[in-house]
């Protein structure tokens, strides 16, 4: 299919668009900005400058993608946004660009922000995460690939929520959420594991059973996070799960939810 762009539409001379996009009336491709394959740019979009969309992606009526970021600190340096394949974004969300901090806002592929969701530069999205409505993401904050966000929740810049986690609505994260865990909560705490984000997801039973020993140890018992480390690289089976989740909580700058 040849790319379809509304005559209202502005697109900038610099812009790359794959043979097969559509761009809606009123929309605005700026300044090297690139657009894969198949994608579909609904009206009165604005894709600000240095964005790149990948194949497939759906950008619904009155999303803004690839601003300037809200940070006093940002200069004007050239920065980047882009957004994986596959991955919709709803309407009036709001993408800002990096700052010199990485000097990129990532989303992966896969992904689904819903309409008024926002996330501030620096951010680092990875595959198959669900932001729910308004949903508002602070600079340099990462969410991990698979975790969901529930509407209404604010994330404190440089938080981390893990793989596999599930944040339900209207809480406000502060501290790191640890990977395959559920939380909510303002202030928000831990609930167990995501145990039917991972059952539908198709985790083996002895993983789950590990999981749930890990979680025993850092959040059911008397034990520090030193001592809880000690006794899980020793008493747990090492699958690449548990190890992430130990990982997680070692590298956590912010602390962990608890």
Do not use: W
């Given at each position: 299919?040849?790319?379809q762009?509304?005559?209202?539409?502005?697109v900038?001379?610099?812009?790359?668009l794959?043979?097969?996009?559509?761009?809606?009336?009123?929309?605005?491709?700026?300044?090297?900005?690139?657009i894969?394959?198949?994608?579909?740019?609904?009206a009165?979009v604005v894709?600000?400058?240095?964005?790149?969309v990948?194949?497939?992606?759906?950008?619904?009526h009155?999303?803004?993608?690839?601003?300037?970021?809200q940070?006093?600190?940002y200069q004007?340096?050239?920065?980047?946004?882009?957004?994986g394949?596959?991955?919709?974004?709803?309407?009036?969300a709001?993408?800002?660009?990096?700052t010199?901090?990485?000097?990129v806002t990532?989303?992966?592929r896969?992904c689904?922000?819903?309409?008024?969701?926002?996330?501030?530069?620096?951010?680092?999205?990875?595959?198959?995460?669900?932001?729910?409505?308004?949903?508002?993401?602070?600079g340099?904050?990462?969410?991990d690939?698979?975790?969901i966000?529930g509407g209404?929740?604010?994330?404190?810049?440089?938080?981390?929520?893990?793989?596999?986690a599930m944040?339900?609505?209207?809480?406000?994260?502060t501290k790191?959420?640890p990977?395959?865990?559920?939380?909510?909560?303002?202030?928000?705490r831990?609930?167990?594991?995501?145990?039917v984000g991972?059952?539908?997801?198709?985790f083996p039973?002895?993983?789950k059973?590990e999981?749930?020993?890990?979680?025993?140890?850092f959040?059911n018992?008397?034990?520090?996070?030193?001592?809880?480390?000690?006794?899980?690289?020793?008493?747990?089976?090492?699958?690449?799960?548990?190890?992430?989740f130990?990982?997680f909580?070692?590298e956590?700058?912010?602390?962990?939810?608890?």
């Amino acid at each position: 299919m040849p790319t379809q762009i509304a005559p209202s539409a502005i697109v900038h001379e610099s812009a790359v668009l794959a043979a097969d996009v559509s761009v809606g009336p009123y929309s605005i491709l700026g300044e090297n900005v690139e657009i894969g394959p198949g994608v579909e740019i609904g009206a009165h979009v604005v894709i600000e400058r240095d964005t790149t969309v990948g194949a497939g992606c759906r950008i619904f009526h009155g999303a803004v993608l690839g601003t300037d970021p809200q940070d006093l600190k940002y200069q004007g340096e050239r920065t980047f946004l882009t957004v994986g394949e596959e991955t919709i974004v709803r309407e009036f969300a709001t993408l800002n660009r990096g700052t010199v901090a990485r000097g990129v806002t990532t989303v992966g592929r896969g992904c689904l922000l819903m309409a008024y969701v926002h996330v501030a530069h620096d951010c680092e999205i990875g595959e198959g995460v669900i932001l729910a409505n308004s949903v508002n993401l602070g600079g340099n904050v990462r969410v991990d690939a698979f975790a969901i966000v529930g509407g209404m929740t604010p994330v404190h810049q440089f938080s981390r929520i893990g793989t596999h986690a599930m944040v339900g609505g209207a809480s406000r994260v502060t501290k790191d959420v640890p990977p395959y865990c559920k939380a909510a909560g303002s202030p928000i705490r831990l609930y167990g594991l995501n145990s039917v984000g991972l059952d539908r997801r198709g985790f083996p039973e002895n993983v789950k059973r590990e999981l749930r020993g890990a979680y025993r140890l850092f959040f059911n018992s008397r034990q520090n996070v030193s001592q809880a480390l000690t006794r899980a690289r020793s008493e747990l089976h090492p699958y690449p799960e548990i190890e992430q989740f130990l990982r997680f909580i070692e590298e956590s700058d912010r602390g962990i939810t608890v």
